[in-house]
């Protein structure tokens, strides 16, 4: 999970929603109470995660609901009772569902027709015996539609994080989790780390400004490497310089950092080249740049909240 606090935000909005409408249904005794909240349900918990569009979508989903209960309604008291056969009963139907099935390949407002698609047969309820009851019809369009409405609501009471406060808290949890990765009793596999800010650029808002996502994609790189030169670090003989260069690091002091990275760095390129590993020398200098060059480029968010 990139961010608890959206889904938890999510969470409320859907219990207090339910809640409340579960309460009206039990005060008034509404005897299609059942379906309001059903329909509730399904509507605030499949918007939520569209996060600033979710109003909009749940507004859409509602007229379209609105609309397809209009058409039973003329489908079930119009042309229902003027056809006998399998195919007037086709026939009728057609003439809704082929042009609302046509309609939901439309880019906008798809919401709107999906509605419209998916609930005209459920409030039509056709069968073999046909009842045109037209108040048993008027209860259930009413509760599927404020069920509905219900759920749209909240999503203007109780909006979603903005994208400004979404992207902030992802770029906060990253640098936590990158400043817990450059301790010592912290031992992070490249896989795991990597995984875990995918899911973060998954997640991050396409609202948000270039430099928050160049400031996540070098958390991302600074955390691969780290991970890499605490790997060799230790065959090379530069853990200590290492551990020393990255305490720094948690302790948001890019400069510091800086400095013995660059002593680091200084260290390796004095080795000979007779030496063993020479290629894991190369390879820990180019590492040690990346990090380095990461820190220069974006030091206000690495030194964030730090002593640096």
Known sequence: MPDWLPALVNASRAFVTIGAVEVFWIVTAWPTGASAVTFTAIAVILFAPRSDQAY???SSF????GLAAVCAAIVEFA???SVETFAGFCIVMG???VPAGALMAQPFPAAMFAAMAGNFVPLLAPANQMSYDAAQFDNTAVAIVAGCG???????????????LRSERLLALTLRDLRRLATAAVRRRKPDWEGRLYSRLAAF???AEPLKRAQLLSALSVGTEIIRLRRIAPRLGLASELDSALEAFAQGNSAATTE????????LASRNDAEPHTSLVLRERGRILAVTDALVQH???FDKGGSG
Do not use: I, K, N, T
Not at 62 to 65: D, K, Q, R, S, T
Not at 150 to 164: E, G, I, V
Not at 260 to 267: C, G, Q, T
């Open 205 to 207: 808002p396409d609202q």
């Open 62 to 65: 509602m007229v379209g609901v």
């Open 56 to 58: 909009a979508a749940a």
């Open 79 to 81: 042309g229902l009772p």
């Open 150 to 164: 219900a759920a749209a609501l909240p999503f203007r009471l109780l909006p979603p994080l903005s994208p400004a």
């Open 95 to 97: 003439l809704f569902l």
């Open 299 to 301: 030091r206000a968010y």
């Open 260 to 267: 013995r990275l660059a002593a680091l760095d200084h260290r």
